[in-house]
């Protein structure tokens, strides 16, 4: 797994790419983590580079969902391949997180 970072204007994006399984949980969660306790408040998780996710990074996913929600922030999800789609619409999560085609219709849903 990698994840990279870019900012627009005020939303944080990390790009992830790679195998989101159990050697990553524990970093995926504290990158995601370290931005929340910085203040982000806006964040997109660009995940069209991934090609796995398991379920304790769905955890994860969540668990900044929650925090931002309950914050008054935002986090959208946005270029999930086929895979990784199905994933979140097996699990449910496709029904209570925000999810767009593109970067750029994530970040735009933010204003």
Avoid at 17 to 23: A, I, M
Avoid at 36 to 62: F, K
């Amino acid at each position: 797994m990698q994840i990279s970072e870019s900012r627009q204007g005020n939303v944080m994006i990390l790009e992830i790419s790679g195998r989101l399984d159990t050697e990553a949980t524990k970093p995926f969660e504290i990158s995601v983590l370290q931005h929340l306790d910085e203040g982000e408040e806006m964040l997109v998780l660009d995940m069209g580079g991934v090609d796995y996710i398991n379920s304790s990074c769905l955890r994860v996913v969540l668990m900044a969902a929650k925090r931002l929600h309950s914050a008054h922030g935002r986090l959208a999800l946005c270029a999930l391949g086929d895979t990784i789609r199905e994933v979140f619409d097996v699990s449910g999560f496709s029904r209570i997180l925000e999810i767009h085609p593109s970067r750029s219709r994530a970040v735009a849903s933010m204003h």
